[in-house]
């Protein structure tokens, strides 16, 4: 069974730095194919990928974002970790971590599961 | 980047109805298209890929159609469970949603 659990701060001010966890169980992030992203919505609003790290430790950002977003895993840990500088309240939104299964063919695969989300606020 | 654009933003249907959402991309995407539901303060589920491949446990009266740009889902029966926002997600390049559309009563 796979579950994903973000965690982080809820609140965060102006220019700080934000860090957020995906834990996951039920998958290993050594498996061929295997890849985690990281989607965030703003309240009443869209969703948007912002980043993915896959199995091979290869990793994607959102073209508009990527200057400020870092993702990293912990294998050992079954954890990927993402980072995002210079926060700005228009960064206020429920984070979201998901699991992608690609195959030999392709690694451009949907999000198939996803963790419940976490909300974060900036303000000062 | 990729544009998804879905219409109509708000669909307002009844139990029973036959609904159809539309998605078009801002160039091809061949059949590199998923659908989620989401409903409120809950994490998106997965519904169709490949524009038409029902994810497993979905039930049959969803469907999806179309290749290339323009894209549909389908409800066949609206079941008072479908109500919720629907959002077109296109994965050949990156990751890009739709803006989403809310079926409502």
């Known amino acids: 069974q796979i579950t994903l659990q973000e965690s982080g701060p809820t609140l965060v001010k102006p220019t700080q730095t934000l860090t957020l966890t995906c834990t996951f169980s039920g998958f290993s992030l050594s498996t061929s194919e295997v890849g985690v992203g990281w989607v965030r919505q703003p309240p009443g609003k869209a969703l948007q990928w912002l980043a993915m790290i896959y199995w091979n430790d290869d990793h994607h950002y959102s073209p508009s974002l990527k200057s400020r977003l870092t993702i990293t895993r912990d294998t050992s840990k079954n954890q990927v970790v993402l980072t995002m500088t210079n926060m700005d309240p228009v960064d206020t939104a429920t984070y979201y971590c998901?699991?992608?299964?690609?195959?030999?063919?392709?690694?451009?695969?949907?999000?198939?599961?996803w963790g419940q989300g976490t909300l974060v606020t900036v303000s000062s | 980047d990729i544009q998804m654009t879905q219409s109509p933003s708000t669909l307002s249907a009844s139990v029973g109805d036959r609904v159809t959402i539309t998605c078009r991309a801002s160039q091809s995407v061949r059949s590199w298209l998923a659908w989620y539901q989401q409903k409120p303060g809950k994490a998106p589920k997965l519904l169709i890929y490949?524009?038409?491949t029902l994810e497993s446990r979905v039930p049959s009266r969803f469907s999806g159609g179309g290749s290339g740009t323009e894209f549909t889902l389908t409800i066949s029966s609206l079941q008072p469970d479908d109500f919720a926002t629907y959002y077109c997600q296109q994965y050949i390049d990156s990751w890009t949603f739709g803006q989403g559309t809310k079926v409502e009563i």
């Open positions: 998901a699991h992608t299964l690609g195959n030999a063919l392709t690694t451009n695969v949907p999000f198939d599961y």
């Open positions: 490949k524009a038409s």
